[in-house]
């Protein structure tokens, strides 16, 4: 009667299995033994080819012992894995240190598997060596964990959006918010004075405050939902002249407060797919911060130029222009201090990280040439789309 042995002397069994030492009742029970684990087990010749395998090893690989015995593995896995394959077995062959290791593999008409493997070598009397090897299929687990750290990245980044959404917030809306106020109360003393020239100037003041806080908060919750990935970027056909001119039609009245000519885009149709909800937000905010940096009685325009395959919509002003140093830290952080503007105006610099940040999701990209005391020319070029 044999003893029963337990998973532990397994390797020394199969060692006397190679031996040829075991008698064959012994050799029945290594192999029910053998079959019965969860994991795959195989021994391998000095070529690499397989002589014996278990259940498990054939389940795992879907592969009968008929296409398997005699033959390595390799055979069977994608053609630019199968160096790597059998680059460890000729390792463990040679040197004799046990290897354990994490690969990937792909086996015919499979789905690519990672599996992590445990190799030794075994020499036998007459000098002969052999591979004793578990695999275990680690795929479940492997993307399990790189689900964990997608979840955890996604926590971290939403994370810093928070924390760069109340800086913003704490910095950049309070004192918008409190001009409103102030204005407001300015507003109601001049109206019990009856004075009416100083009523309207605070009533400008006040229009102009407001729209700009308002396009910062519609900045805030776009960017915040870019972020999280609730923005569905579209392809739809757009004539972008019509785009611009809505733009400047709706910017008119803080252009007015500073007494800014906004000049229309002459031309008549210049066509793209993409997508409008973005483009109108990244020309809304080019021309928002061109009123800012403009002086009173100063002129913006856009100007459309078409490519092949382009587009340049080119934003120009005849403002206060910015320093060299200025112009390349211009798209930098969110938490950068703006400049005030000409009329004091307060921002963030948040509108044009915005644009940059949109633009390259178009598959665009956006410059700016600038001269202190002259203004600056800001360009966002953009691909037509493979539909015209």
């Known amino acids: ?91 463990v062959l040679s040197e004799g240190i046990e290897n ?53 990245d996604q926590l971290r980044k939403l994370n810093s959006t928070k924390d760069k959404l109340i800086s913003i917030i704490a910095h950049d809306i309070r004192n918008p918010i409190n001009n409103i106020l102030l204005l407001s109360e300015l507003l109601n003393d001049s109206i019990l004075d009856g004075d009416v020239a100083q009523s309207l100037k605070y009533k400008d003041l006040l229009e102009s405050t407001s729209e700009n806080t308002v396009l910062l908060l ?23 002249v019509t785009l611009v001119n809505e733009v400047l039609y709706h910017s008119e009245p803080i252009a007015k407060t500073k007494n800014i000519t906004l000049k229309p885009c002459k031309k ?25 940096f403009t002086k009173p009685d100063g002129t913006i325009e856009i100007n459309i130029q078409a490519h092949p395959g382009l587009i340049d919509i080119i934003v120009s002003d005849n403002g206060v222009g910015m320093s060299e140093e200025t112009r390349l ?3 930098g952080s969110l938490l950068t201090k703006s400049t005030s503007g000409t009329a004091a105006e307060n921002g963030s610099g948040f509108g044009l990280v915005l644009c940059k940040e949109f633009v ?8 700016v040439e600038s001269t202190e005391g002259k203004g600056s020319d800001f360009k966002v070029t953009l691909p037509i789309g493979n539909d015209l």
């Open 100 to 152: 354990i290791n994490e690969e990937s593999l792909t086996i015919k008409g499979h789905n690519r598997r990672i599996i992590s493997t445990r190799k030794s070598r075994f020499i036998d009397k007459e000098g002969n060596r052999y591979i004793v090897g578990v695999v275990r299929d680690i795929t479940e687990r492997k993307k399990a964990e790189e689900d964990l750290k997608s979840r955890e």
């Open 268 to 292: 008549e149709i210049v066509e793209i797919y993409s997508d409008e909800k973005v483009i109108q937000t990244v020309i809304r905010n080019l021309v928002s911060n061109a009123i800012k």
């Open 329 to 331: 830290s211009l798209f």
């Open 1 to 91: 009667m044999i003893q029963k042995k337990s998973t532990s002397n397994l390797r020394t069994d199969i060692n006397l299995l190679l031996l040829g030492l075991l008698s064959e009742e012994e050799k029945m029970y290594t192999n029910t033994i053998l079959n019965n684990m969860g994991d795959s087990v195989f021994i391998k010749d000095d070529q690499s080819r397989l002589l014996l395998v278990n259940d498990a090893f054939c389940e795992m690989f879907s592969l009968p012992r008929s296409e398997i015995i005699g033959r390595t593995l390799a055979e069977n896995v994608a053609p630019e894995e199968r160096e790597s394959f059998l680059r460890i077995d000729k390792q």
């Open 360 to 367: 390259e999701k178009l598959g665009g990209q956006i410059k």
């Open 218 to 240: 519609d900045n805030l919750l776009t960017w915040a939902q870019s972020q999280t990935g609730l923005i569905n970027y579209k392809s739809e056909k757009l004539n972008v």
